[in-house]
């Protein structure tokens, strides 16, 4: 567990390909009235610049560490950054990171658990990735940076409502849920929507992995096996052509970009504990560069603690949360996202876990 | 003497003087006889060094400009758009300045006011070090560093390579080895006539302080818990050599270093506020300060040894003097 001080100054990255309206909601960040000084770290100063703002440009340079750890990857940039803002304590409460639209979030993240200063002195808060519904399943289709910032995200905006229908949102959503079946989508128009739902989420925080919640461990609609219940939200009633082209294995309409998915497992049997976390030490070493998020809530046999984790690529925290409440059902889950998962190995390993 | 500034303390310095001098987070630059310099208006600053009149000190802040301040007032040395200069280097011995501002590097002689140079680089500059003639200039980089004449306009740089991040470097006195702390938990050292590779690891934590003492016989950094001495006797310097470690207490890491560049003798400060001093002939080591506190950020012994000046990261600072 790294020692956070309670000090830490959170941080929140905004992410999305160019136009997709980040820079909207960052100025919506920044202007509202929240009584917050902001630390604002971009690529390109555009069209902000709030006088009570500190505004500091930053050149995306990813470094690689030295530590034999093929995915580690960190941005220098913002260490440097960070490190300088750290001079001016007490200028600013939060810090927000916009990213380029080419930007790989995996590097932005891990800053915050490698470099040893900044973990010491900020907080990463979570990932906020912003898509507009027109254009955003064909930037899936052709770029990886856009897929890896969905699947990367706490939470989605889905920015430019107004410009599509009801029935392409939906296709859209879909397509968003079974890469990030973590990541709440946030519907918007112009970026509007609650900034309670961009900042304060401790995406990355053991202590605030209450719930997986049971309809993201539910395929996504259109998905094979795909159980319609109250969490659905889908209008059963209208007509399901609308995204009939998603039905099937490997839909071959979007096959680009399945490489790119969440896998959900569960476990109604107590977990042990020793086989558990030798599974997922061996699972993040071998996959660790394909695996951009996990989270999960463990029930560990002999352990009236929750067993929570979060990872990182490589990186994982593990630890003994609260107690499983007498009126809870015990239960196991977790959620891995990542390129070009095995989805019977995932559950297999994570089965043979069982005590 | 003890201050409150009540800002992040970036650098402690002496002048030639033997006034100690504070430069702050804040933009402002502190004299111990009590004034207050504006350096950075309204902005932060970043970096600081002595300046080669031994008068003043150096600064690079957030506002892009770089700053000379002197008792009585700021000099504005140069200034660029929208970037930061967080990197600031001088010699006293060819009274050049340089200072880095993302992957650029520009040099300027305290004498005259119409040189300048300008270095580019692929990457951004973390670190800069003038050598001790101040003629050649390292720069350090993600992926080794670059060397330049540092009064020449046109020229190639001599780049040393090494994988990962580099972020600090000191060239030892007799400009044979360039020594980097890097982004990882160790420091690469250069030998500068082969090119040599050395590796000093074993750390358990990032080097932010290093010098050397004792005529260049020894090389201290911080980053562990006490101060890491590395002997630097013969052709090979460190190498095949094991480092001692000085002061070593469990409950801390040696975060800042300072040493007498004559004699066998290291100061230290640690992350919990402690400040000590210790003469390697064997005396042991003198706690200064023994309050704990904020982490020490900055740390300078006088150019007599007879005092040491600290700060830390909440704007405490002081002046101990060393019997």
């Given at each position: 567990m790294p020692e956070t001080a309670p000090t830490a100054i959170p941080v929140t990255v905004l992410t999305g390909y160019l136009g997709a309206g980040k820079t909207t909601l960052l100025n919506r960040i920044l202007t509202e009235d929240h009584g917050k000084r902001y630390a604002v770290i971009v690529n390109e100063f555009g069209e902000i610049g709030i006088d009570n703002d500190l505004v500091v440009g930053a050149d995306e340079e990813v470094f690689e560490m030295n530590n034999g750890c093929v995915c580690c990857t960190v941005r220098g940039d913002l260490i440097r950054v960070l490190s300088g803002l750290m001079k001016r304590k007490g200028r600013f409460d939060a810090i927000v990171v916009e990213t380029t639209?080419?930007?790989?979030p995996g590097p932005v993240a891990q800053t915050f658990f490698v470099d040893d200063d900044v973990k010491a002195r900020t907080r990463l808060d979570s990932v906020t990735t912003v898509v507009d519904a027109k254009h955003v399943l064909q930037r899936i289709a052709d770029s990886r940076e856009a897929r890896e910032q969905i699947a990367f995200a706490d939470q989605i905006v889905l920015n430019k409502t107004d410009l599509v229908s009801e029935g392409e949102l939906s296709e859209v959503e879909t397509r968003l849920r079974r890469m990030n079946p973590l990541a709440p989508i946030h519907r918007a128009e112009r970026a509007g929507v609650p900034l309670e739902t961009v900042l304060g989420r401790g995406g990355f925080d053991l202590e605030r992995i209450q719930e997986l919640q049971p309809e993201f461990l539910n395929p996504a609609h259109g998905e094979p096996g795909h159980v319609h219940d109250e969490h659905c939200g889908h209008d059963h009633g209208h007509d399901h052509s609308d995204h009939g082209h998603d039905h099937g294995p490997r839909g071959h309409a979007h096959a680009e970009a399945e490489d790119i998915k969440g896998v959900a497992l569960s476990l109604d049997r107590p977990v042990d504990g020793n086989r558990f976390t030798a599974w997922i030490d061996k699972l993040l070493a071998e996959k660790g560069p394909d695996i951009l998020r996990a989270k999960g809530i463990i029930d560990v046999k002999g352990e009236d603690r929750r067993l929570v984790f979060q990872a990182v690529h490589m990186i994982l925290e593990g630890d003994l949360q609260r107690e499983w409440r007498p009126d809870e059902k015990r239960w196991s889950r977790a959620v891995f996202i990542g390129r070009d998962l095995d989805e019977a190995a995932l559950r297999a390993g994570f089965e043979a876990c069982a005590a | 003497m003890s201050f409150a500034f009540d800002a992040y303390v970036v650098s402690a310095l002496f002048e030639r003087s033997g006034r100690a001098v504070f430069a702050l987070g804040d933009g402002t630059v502190r004299f111990e006889t009590g004034e207050t310099v504006e350096a950075h208006p309204d902005a932060g600053l970043l970096a600081a060094a002595l300046h080669p009149s031994g008068e003043g000190v150096v600064t690079g802040g957030d506002d892009g400009r770089i700053v000379w301040s002197r008792a009585s007032g700021p000099t504005e040395l140069g200034a660029l758009t929208g970037g930061w200069i967080d990197a600031v280097a001088t010699s006293a011995d060819s009274g050049l300045i340089a200072f880095a501002s993302g992957k650029r590097v520009e040099v300027l002689d305290a004498k005259d006011s119409l040189f300048r140079r300008e270095f580019l680089h692929e990457r951004s500059v973390a670190g800069l070090a003038f050598d001790a003639k101040g003629r050649k200039l390292a720069c350090a980089t993600y992926g080794g560093a670059a060397v330049w004449f540092a009064r020449i306009a046109d020229q190639k740089p001599q780049t040393l390579k090494w994988a990962g991040s580099h972020v600090g470097l000191l060239w030892s006195p007799d400009g044979r080895f360039l020594i980097s702390a890097m982004q990882e938990n160790a420091l690469h050292g250069w030998r500068l006539a082969d090119g040599k590779d050395m590796r000093m690891g074993g750390y358990p934590a990032k080097i932010k302080s290093m010098a050397f003492l004792a005529k260049g016989a020894l090389m201290a950094t911080s980053g562990s818990h006490g101060a890491v001495v590395w002997p630097f006797r013969g052709n090979n310097g460190p190498m095949g050599e094991q480092a001692t470690e000085v002061?070593?207490?469990?409950?801390?890491?040696?975060?800042r270093v300072s040493a007498d560049s004559g004699r066998p003798f290291v100061a230290a400060g640690l992350d919990d506020g402690r400040v000590w001093t210790a003469d390697l002939r064997g005396v042991g080591v003198t706690t200064l300060k023994a309050d704990k506190g904020p982490p020490i950020t900055a740390l300078a012994l006088s150019p007599k040894s007879d005092r040491l000046a600290w700060g830390d990261e909440d704007g405490g600072a002081g002046v101990f003097a060393i019997s």
């Open positions: 639209g080419l930007a790989d | 002061g070593y207490d469990e409950s801390a890491l040696a975060v």
